[in-house]
């Protein structure tokens, strides 16, 4: 069982950075790999960052690949998601979830997941 809590969301202006967290208690978090999603109403929730469990391997969505970078540090159980040159387009509830399947595949985060954290860019 893994518990998962977010933080670090906020208001920002577009171009502006943010770096969101997420710290995990349970056991053997260094097994799983984690993705960042977020989700706007009405739509489905996206996967756009994911770390494999040794964090040698990354993935991300073609939209925020260059802006965002995932990673570890699983000495303290968390994950962050530094999100560099933010678009109004980035605005979402942005969620951390574990997986000990493909962390690259959206439908591997079946058990775990945090209560999500917003994140609203504007001017």
């Known amino acids: 069982q893994v518990q998962l809590v977010e933080s670090g969301g906020g208001v920002v202006q577009p171009g502006n950075s943010l770096r969101l967290s997420c710290v995990a208690s349970?056991?053997?978090?260094?097994?799983?790999?984690v993705g960042w999603f977020r989700q706007t109403p009405g739509k489905d929730r996206e996967l756009v960052a994911a770390i494999n469990w040794t964090g040698d391997l990354t993935h991300y969505a073609d939209d925020v690949t260059g802006r965002f970078t995932i990673s570890r540090d699983d000495a303290k159980k968390m994950v962050f998601l530094q999100m560099n040159s933010l678009k109004r387009e980035d605005t979402a509830v942005y969620y951390c979830?574990?997986?000990?399947?493909?962390?690259?595949?959206?439908?591997?985060?079946?058990?775990?997941w945090g209560q999500g954290t917003q994140v609203t860019v504007k001017s």
């Open positions: 979830a574990a997986t000990i399947g493909r962390y690259y595949e959206p439908e591997s985060y079946t058990d775990y």
């Open positions: 349970g056991r053997a978090f260094n097994t799983y790999g």
